[in-house]
């Protein structure tokens, strides 16, 4: 079993940066493609970015494409969410998810990822 622990979430001003940590407790080189996906209350959770198992390639959801950067540091059992000019509409509760190493490529598919961390909130007010 993997644990996730995510971290740096917090209530900031639109235009404002954040930059949220996931940290695994196995090497993250044993891992596959990671990814972050975002909850909104009311909503489905739904993908916002992924990197694949040897950190070359990366996915982006149309919404936070140019603003956000998803990266990935194995040597540290992390990944990494730099998002910048937020928007009202990034409020919501941020997970970090892991694939096993089968999970070569980046997915933006749920049901493809079998780790997942508690959340951390994001609130961005206008």
């Known amino acids: 079993q993997v644990q996730l622990v995510e971290s740096g979430g917090g209530s900031v001003q639109a235009g404002d940066s954040l930059k949220l940590s996931c940290v695994a407790s196995?090497?993250?080189?044993?891992?596959?493609?990671m990814g972050w996906f975002r909850q909104a209350p009311g909503k489905e959770r739904e993908f916002v970015a992924s990197?694949?198992?040897?950190?070359?390639?990366?996915t982006y959801a149309d919404s936070v494409k140019g603003r956000f950067t998803i990266s990935r540091r194995n040597t540290w059992n992390t990944v990494y969410l730099q998002m910048n000019s937020l928007k009202p509409e990034d409020t919501a509760v941020y997970y970090c998810?892991?694939?096993?190493?089968?999970?070569?490529?980046?997915?933006?598919?749920?049901?493809?990822?079998?780790?997942w961390g508690q959340g951390t909130q994001v609130t961005v007010s206008s």
């Open positions: 998810a892991a694939g096993r190493g089968e999970l070569e490529e980046t997915s933006e598919n749920t049901l493809d990822y079998d780790y």
């Open positions: 196995r090497r993250t080189y044993s891992l596959g493609a």
């Open positions: 990197i694949d198992r040897s950190t070359i390639s990366t």
